[in-house]
């Protein structure tokens, strides 16, 4: 099985999960539909609607009301890009304009604010408390992990302890709590319902880590914004940390000096990009996230063979080993 056959095998979910965007994008406002339809329909993988899915299937659930929760975690992500585009002052999002970039950062924010709005009016109807304790916990640990990202911004004392509680706010959160509503919506016993919580978790900081690495070793056009991005917006992450805990006081000297400038030149960051090489930090990188798709793994142990196990056991290698 390749990740094609995976989005195959729940494809009439994923076109549902569609119309429900849809249908929830409809408003009086012009701007609210435009700038809506314009990031949903931007290339997004649906990654966190596609892993609710799977989840409820492995976990015996016959029901739709998945539909509608993969709708919602669909707009708290775009919710976060939204806001992280402004942020980060993106330029391109998915290889394209980012909506800041054509609608303004006013604009931007705001839809971020409906979307989030949107998405608990969405859950009030799901009238289920355990789910919406779920997204609520991961929509405020989400927010602090953006915090958290934004205070590490050229904080060279940043250790890899602080970074993975970082991405495990920021990015596995979310994940995570797609996984675990998965789990609830089956019924399963608190043994199973915990390993798919921590299934999410470990695939969700394995999916960073590797987003970490893509913005050294990517392409443009694979990764869908600039390459050194991160590096350039003074981002601590953990190629970077590894490499300055194992340069030598002249290398580390200089990383520094660079990170201080206020426009990184070309020049610099290439030779910064050779240090973290050198010291393998992007190789240290990809182990860790091994190390964590491995140990997601290990959380399926418990469940029997079947076809959605193993689109789960694919969507891992997939993280692992993806170049966009």
């Known amino acids: 099985m390749n990740i094609e056959t995976v989005y195959q095998s729940v494809a009439s979910d994923l076109q ?11 408003s009086e406002i012009p701007l609210v ?4 339809k314009y990031i949903l329909n931007s290339g997004g993988k649906r990654f966190r609607p ?12 016959r029901g739709d009301e998945h539909i509608p929760l993969a709708c919602i975690l669909e707009f708290i992500h775009t919710a ?30 705001l839809i971020g604010d ?18 919406l304790n779920v997204l609520t916990e991961a929509t405020t640990k989400l927010a602090e992990g953006e915090i958290l990202d934004l205070v590490m911004i050229g904080d060279l004392s940043s250790n890899e302890a602080k970074y993975l509680t970082t991405i495990n706010y ?23 319902e915990k390993s798919m919580k921590s299934f999410g978790k470990n695939l969700g900081i394995a999916y960073q880590l590797i987003d970490d690495t893509l913005d050294y070793i990517s392409t443009e056009n694979e990764l869908g914004k600039s390459i050194g991005k991160d590096l350039e917006e003074g981002k601590v992450t953990l190629p970077l940390i590894y490499t300055l805990q194992k340069s030598s006081p002249q290398d580390r000297k200089f990383i520094a000096s660079t990170l201080q400038q206020k ?11 050779n240090l973290i090489n050198q010291y393998q930090g992007i190789e240290y990188t990809i182990k860790k996230a091994k190390q ?8 399926l142990a418990q469940f029997p063979f079947s076809p959605d196990k193993e689109a789960l056991l694919t969507i891992t290698n997939y993280v692992i080993n993806r170049r966009h």
């Not at 596609?50 to 659930?61: E, F, H, N």
């Open 114 to 131: 409906l979307f989030f709005a949107q998405s608990f009016y969405l859950i009030g109807k799901i009238k289920n408390w355990r789910i």
């Open 80 to 109: 976060t890009l939204l806001h992280d585009d402004v942020v980060d002052n993106a330029k391109i999002r998915r290889g394209n304009s980012s909506a800041n970039t054509i609608w303004g950062n006013q604009a931007s924010i």
């Open 263 to 273: 426009k990184i030149t070309k020049k610099s960051l290439s030779q910064v990009l």
């Open 33 to 36: 539909t435009a700038l809506g």
């Open 292 to 299: 964590y798709a491995l140990n997601a793994k290990k959380q």
């Open 170 to 192: 920021k990015t596995a959160s979310l994940i995570q709590a797609a996984c675990h509503i998965g789990a609830i919506l089956g019924n399963v016993d608190l043994a199973k």
């Open 50 to 61: 596609l892993l609710l899915i799977l989840s409820a299937r492995l976990c015996g659930y």
């Open 16 to 26: 549902a999960v569609e119309k429900e965007l849809d249908k929830n994008l409809q």
